[in-house]
């Protein structure tokens, strides 16, 4: 079956750091971009970051760029998100997605999810 | 800034006919931005409904459909049931790797 599988998330302070894994399964992961979109409570999607599948390929939303890297090991099938200066307004359900870039722009398969609490 | 822009809310009668759009605050969506729409329950991750425009995800029911109307992309329910009641996504790929979520619309059954 095909699985993604967030972990990480836990409660920081502000302008603290914290990095979220999404381990992959069921499917070539080497070949596949990867996402990562937020959702804050009680609010809609918001897409964070791409990474293509090579991982020479990055992509940022205006609002983590220059705090949140994304990155993978495609030896460990593994998509990481390290987030720094993290502001309460990160504050969300974090879902690594993989994302079809080069045709449908669709996003599937999902995981689900890890949260993320921004707060002193 | 462009956003992306959904009706917060819908209401539908049970069997009825659901229209739920995403568009622009700036230009017309077309199939070049490759809008798809996502399904999702509270408390649960969001499900793949409908993708580059108007291609269905697998198992998804064929009385979900996708299009462009007027200017702005469309997502109708047909015959719509109990357990339709979720929040819809729609997305828009905006160019250079970078896509655009809308604020989401709360469907309503009822």
């Known amino acids: 079956d095909v699985q993604l599988v967030e972990s990480g998330g836990g409660l920081v302070e502000p302008g603290g750091s914290l990095r979220l894994s999404c381990a992959a399964s069921?499917?070539?992961?080497?070949?596949?971009?990867m996402s990562w979109v937020r959702q804050a409570p009680g609010k809609g999607l918001e897409w964070v970051s791409a990474l293509s599948g090579s991982g020479r390929s990055t992509y940022y939303a205006d609002s983590v760029k220059g705090r949140f890297t994304v990155s993978r090991d495609n030896s460990k099938n593994t998509l990481y998100l390290q987030m720094n200066s993290l502001r309460v307004d990160d504050t969300a359900v974090y879902y690594c997605?993989?994302?079809?870039?080069?045709?449908?722009?669709?996003?599937?398969?999902w995981g689900q999810g890890t949260l993320v609490t921004v707060s002193s | 800034q462009t956003v992306v822009t959904q009706e917060p809310s819908f209401s539908v009668s049970p069997g009825g006919t659901a229209t739920l759009t995403c568009g622009l605050t700036?230009?017309?969506?077309?199939?070049?931005?490759?809008p798809s729409w996502y399904q999702q329950t509270p408390g649960q991750a969001p499900r793949t409904l409908i993708y580059?425009?108007?291609t269905r995800s697998s198992g998804v029911p064929d009385r979900f459909s996708g299009s462009i109307l007027g200017n702005k992309a469309a997502l109708t329910i047909t015959g719509a049931q109990a357990d339709d009641e979720s929040n819809y996504h729609c997305v828009l790929y905006m160019g250079s790797g970078i896509w655009e979520f809308g604020g989401g619309t709360k469907l309503a059954v009822l």
């Open positions: 997605a993989g994302v079809e870039m080069a045709t449908t722009r669709k996003f599937d398969p």
């Open positions: 700036s230009g017309s969506v077309s199939t070049n931005y490759y």
């Open positions: 069921g499917f070539t992961f080497t070949s596949s971009a």
């Open positions: 580059n425009t108007n």
